[in-house]
């Protein structure tokens, strides 16, 4: 509705000139008079619409149709100019604008010489503005110039932010991609990297599909490209907004923290780095750093398995822990093969990972058995493949577990031979 009003000249019953390049179309001279006595429409509504536009998700679709939308108006060629024009004549100053009713009465011929060197026309146009915005506003209205340097501001930010919006997407789309390579027949159980950690990357475009993560990015650049042209934005301007844009990976291909400060309690998020979080833009890289044993029960994981598991592995540990550690204490082939079968974090750093203080403890949980793995849906899949395979070959149940277990068995002596070192076994 807004920008409707903003384009009366759209609906004019006149037709624009024949062109074999489609060239945008101008606005007509004869508007400027509309657009002048109209000015807080343009300017005053632009400004409440950049202060939107700064606390929006940028990388939604719709959102940055709208930013495209409104981008594309303002950047019709004269508007602007116009729009120039009209804040210009708002702030001449008073004494040249004699009141109305006197002015009635005068022609160049009568005594209108007293008003300046400025003709009538220019101070008639600049009593119009001046009603209109007083007549809206009251006289005591402070007016903020949409070509001042506050507003200019304000868009150097938006543009900042259509640059993060612009490498979010594109990391999204990236990620999205890797996903679909990567699918598998167990994907159907959710067997995804991310769920290991806990940590949550997903966004709404990854259910919207590619189409429209392209159709964003589009969006966003020629949003970016009128308002270089709205403002007249320059390439040193743009270079110093990109360097800012702060949304580039570093050098480990990892995205950088949200936007904090030091002090003495640690890092601490600023109102950017709190509105990169909310918005998808930034995050934190948490990763679970406790007992193994103790994380909560996934997605692809059976609870009633788990649980179960994990009390037998409580009885097997608490009984036989003394021999657990007295082999994974030899240095001979032997005390290898079992650091390398058992779970044996010797010692494990906890690191906080958090924006306050990063503190370190140790945990020493000692050599352990875990049969967590066998509550996982993929696991018991797999076991009843290799079931099913089994019976083809007339191999009853027990001999196929033999089987199973001896190769086990020897893929853990042959990995033995490899590692040296003490390496965690994770299933």
Not at 89 to 116: A, D, N, W, Y
Not at 248 to 258: C, F, R
Request: proline share 5%.
């Amino acid at each position: 509705m807004w920008l409707s009003y903003l384009q009366p000249w759209r609906y004019a019953p006149e037709k624009p000139p024949q062109s074999t390049e489609p060239l945008p179309r101008s606005v007509p001279e004869k508007w400027a008079s509309f657009i002048q006595e109209n000015l807080l429409m343009y300017t005053k509504l632009f400004v409440g619409f950049l202060n939107r536009a700064l606390r929006t998700d940028l990388v939604s679709p719709k959102n940055a149709l709208m930013v495209f939308r409104v981008a594309k108006v303002f950047a019709q060629p004269n508007l602007a100019e116009m729009i120039l024009k009209g804040e210009q004549l708002f702030l001449e100053p008073e004494l040249v604008i004699p009141h109305r009713q006197h002015r009635l009465f005068m022609s160049p011929t009568l005594g209108g010489s007293f008003l300046s060197s400025r003709s009538p026309a220019v101070t008639d146009a600049s009593f119009k503005v001046k009603s209109h915005v007083y007549s809206l506003e009251g006289q005591d209205f402070q007016y903020k110039q949409m070509f001042g340097a506050e507003v200019r501001n304000l868009v150097l930010k938006l543009a900042q932010l259509i640059c993060q919006a612009q490498q979010t997407a594109k990391s999204i789309s990236d990620h999205s991609a890797e996903t679909m390579a990567s699918q598998s027949f167990f994907s159907w159980f959710r067997f995804t990297p991310s769920e290991v950690n806990g940590s949550y990357t997903g966004n709404d475009l990854d259910e919207i599909g590619q189409d429209s993560i392209k159709k964003t990015d589009e969006y966003l650049e020629k949003a970016l490209e009128y308002l270089c042209q709205i403002f007249k934005l320059s390439e040193a301007q743009l270079t110093q907004m990109m360097m800012k844009c702060g949304t580039a990976q570093d050098e480990n291909g990892k995205k950088q923290l949200p936007d904090c400060i030091a002090s003495e309690n640690g890092l601490i998020l600023t109102p950017l780095g709190r509105y990169q979080i909310i918005n998808g833009l930034r995050r934190f890289e948490l990763q679970y750093q406790g007992d193994t044993e103790l994380q909560p029960i996934r997605s692809y994981e059976n609870a009633a398995l788990v649980r179960l598991l994990f009390r037998l592995s409580s009885v097997l540990n608490e009984r036989f822990a003394d021999q657990m550690e007295v082999l994974c204490s030899r240095d001979d082939f032997v005390g290898r093969l079992c650091r390398y079968h058992l779970t044996n974090p010797q010692l494990i750093q906890k690191i906080r990972y958090s924006p306050v203080v990063r503190d370190r403890t140790s945990h020493n949980w000692g050599p352990r058995i875990s049969l967590r793995f066998l509550a996982s849906y993929r696991t018991l899949i797999s076991l009843l493949m290799i079931y099913f395979l089994a019976s083809w070959f007339h191999v009853g149940p027990v001999g196929c577990t033999f089987i199973i277990l001896t190769g086990y068995f020897l893929y853990a002596v042959i990995m033995t031979f490899f590692f040296e070192g003490w390496k965690p076994h994770e299933h």
